[in-house]
């Protein structure tokens, strides 16, 4: 992320200098649509993919989705006395739509959404001088799975609430459209991904290379015979939530939830072992510093709600994550295990 980061202050610094836009050039971190047709280089292309994915990584660790969606389902509780929100506006009220756990997980999603959409049209025209038709096939892949990922981050914290389609106009305000139509949607963007992959060929490698966050981990999902693999785990999850849907359960989805994490896990259940526990994808975070993004999952003022620890059964090997603590206690609520 460094290098990345060192490439945006020299623009910057450049553009400080100068003062005066280019009349002739559009800029490549922040090109229009028109600007992006037919014109992907190698160099654009690494930096549109890579500025969509440090906006999903930004919104993801800024909305904290691990706590706040633990939270929406009870599994969790944040109690802090110098910031009420986390049970004002998610246990004891209703969230404010306009910002905090109600809008700060949606417009940085819907951000990079936006730019996923525009990478896809300009990959749909970009020539086969710079690339190979087999690199480009796969790129879309990619893209496609990300932006299932996008939506399911938003239905993931609004539920029966539901989310918008983003179109590939950025200024057009669509529906809201419920979680089910939603989850559809998501696995129609994870077939055409499926497609994408398959006809770009296993052997193929991305002409981008991704953050070390998706090679650092047991796979190197550059390429694509680990990308299937990618997103056919997000498929079998999604299948078995909308399996398991309260208002219209499908238990038929099943046998393919089973067949897409089996394949995703490269064995069955109990066949794993525990060494690829860890193979996939992953955001690195600093500590502190530069950056500004330390990992927010890691949180003292974060405790499980008292009826998780009550609710595992024997023998359940999780259990020996559940451990006491000091009372954590605030805003009416308080619990004695992490």
Do not use: H
């Amino acid at each position: 992320m460094k290098r990345y980061t060192t490439i945006a202050l020299a623009v910057g610094a450049l553009a400080l200098g100068a003062c005066k836009d280019n009349p002739v050039a559009n800029p490549i971190d922040a090109p229009t649509v028109d600007a992006l047709n037919g014109a992907l280089t190698p160099t654009s292309l690494r930096q549109l993919v890579v500025g969509a994915l440090a906006q999903d990584r930004t919104t993801w660790n800024d909305v904290q989705s691990a706590i706040e969606a633990g939270i929406f389902a009870r599994d969790v509780y944040r109690i802090d006395a110098s910031e009420p929100r986390y049970v004002t506006e998610t246990l004891g009220g209703n969230p404010d739509p306009g910002s905090f756990a109600g809008g700060r997980g949606f417009a940085g999603y819907y951000t990079a959404l936006r730019a996923e959409n525009n990478l896809l049209n300009a990959l749909a025209s970009a020539g086969t001088s710079q690339f190979t038709q087999a690199q480009l096939t796969a790129t879309m892949g990619f893209v496609r799975t990300m932006k299932a990922y996008e939506y399911w981050r938003l239905i993931e914290l609004r539920d029966t609430v539901g989310v918008p389609i983003q179109s590939d106009v950025p200024t057009e305000v669509t529906d809201v459209r419920c979680r089910e139509v939603i989850t559809s949607y998501i696995i129609a963007l994870l077939d055409s991904a499926l497609t994408d992959f398959n006809t770009a060929g296993a052997a193929t490698v991305l002409p981008v290379k991704l953050p070390t966050g998706f090679s650092a981990f047991g796979r190197d999902y550059n390429k694509v015979s680990n990308l299937i693999l990618y997103a056919r785990a997000w498929r079998g999850k999604v299948n078995f939530y909308r399996a398991i849907n309260r208002k219209t359960p499908n238990a038929a989805l099943i046998p393919s939830v089973i067949a897409d994490l089996t394949t995703a896990l490269g064995a069955g259940p109990g066949a794993v072992p525990a060494s690829q526990f860890k193979f996939g994808v992953w955001y690195n975070f600093v500590a502190g510093g530069t950056e500004n993004q330390p990992n927010t999952i890691a949180d003292s003022k974060i405790g499980l709600n008292p009826l998780v620890g009550d609710s595992v059964q024997a023998g359940d090997t999780r259990a020996s994550k559940i451990v006491p603590r000091a009372t954590l206690a605030g805003n009416g609520i308080s619990t004695s295990i992490t």
